[in-house]
Antibody, heavy 126, light 107 residues
Framework: QVQLVESGGGVVQPGRSLRLSCAAS????????MHWVRQAPGKGLEWVAV????????YYADSVKGRFTISRDNSKSTLYLQMKSLRAEDTALYYC???????????????????WGQGTTVTVSS | DIRMTQSPSSLSASVGDRVTITCRAS??????LNWYQQKPGKAPKLLIY???SLQSGAPSRFSGSGSGTDFTLTVSSLQPEDFATYYC?????????FGQGTKLEIK
């Protein structure tokens, strides 16, 4: 069945780095754009980043630009999020999601996130 | 950035009620508006995409409408499993912003 499984979360000190992974299965990973979305404890959803089907087009939320890097390995059906200079406000449950489209640019239009993983928790604390 | 504002932030209703949630964008997003349902401890699920298209597997009692800046999500007859938090999200331009959420509670 179509599935996304995140891993790599944990407790990390402010200023340190962490890499999240998302293993996809049950569909042709290379045919879809992919996102990271996060949710701080007790808060709403915050979109973090998107990468096009081929990895050539990438966009970030202002809150993570310059600190986070989204990437993908289509040969391994895996999505990544490299997080650097982590802050307390990055503490959240991080979801990997599939877009219904491929993200053709221009325009950078998304078509809704139809598959979600179960999330991996990142806690930034000293 | 495009700001998404949902109203109300919370809503109490009874099983069988018809309810409507509103989402307003700070500028036109054409019809690139999606609705998600999230239950406690679970990942969100896509209900409606492109403002009015029902996602496969979503119950037909859910419907969406709107274009430009004003959108609505309607549940025609609330069922017990519909009590959850609902989010709108624009996918017209990055950053793909979400509304703050509407918590639908049992009256």
């Amino acid at each position: 069945q179509v599935q996304l499984v995140e891993s790599g979360g944990g407790v990390v000190q402010p200023g340190r780095s962490l890499r999240l992974s998302c293993a996809a299965s049950g569909f042709t990973f290379s045919s879809y754009a992919m996102h990271w979305v996060r949710q701080a404890p007790g808060k709403g959803l915050e979109w973090v980043a998107v990468i096009s089907y081929d990895g050539n087009n990438i966009y970030y939320a202002d809150s993570v630009k310059g600190r986070f890097t989204i990437s993908r390995d289509n040969s391994k059906s895996t999505l990544y999020l490299q997080m650097k200079s982590l802050r307390a406000e990055d503490t959240a449950l991080y979801y990997c999601t599939r877009d219904r489209g491929i993200l053709v640019v221009p325009p950078a239009i998304g078509y809704g996130m139809d598959v979600w993983g179960q999330g991996t928790t990142v806690t930034v604390s000293s | 950035d495009i700001r998404m504002t949902q109203s109300p932030s919370s809503l109490s209703a009874s099983v069988g009620d018809r309810v409507t949630i509103t989402c307003r964008a700070s500028q036109s997003i054409r019809n690139y508006l999606n609705w998600y349902q999230q239950k406690p401890g679970k990942a969100p699920k896509l209900l409606i995409y492109s403002a009015s298209s029902l996602q496969s597997g979503a119950p037909s009692r859910f419907s969406g409408s709107g274009s430009g800046t004003d959108f609505t999500l309607t549940v025609s007859s609330l069922q017990p499993e519909d009590f959850a938090t609902y989010y709108c999200q624009q996918s017209y331009s990055t950053p793909y912003t979400f509304g703050q959420g509407t918590k639908l509670e049992i009256k």
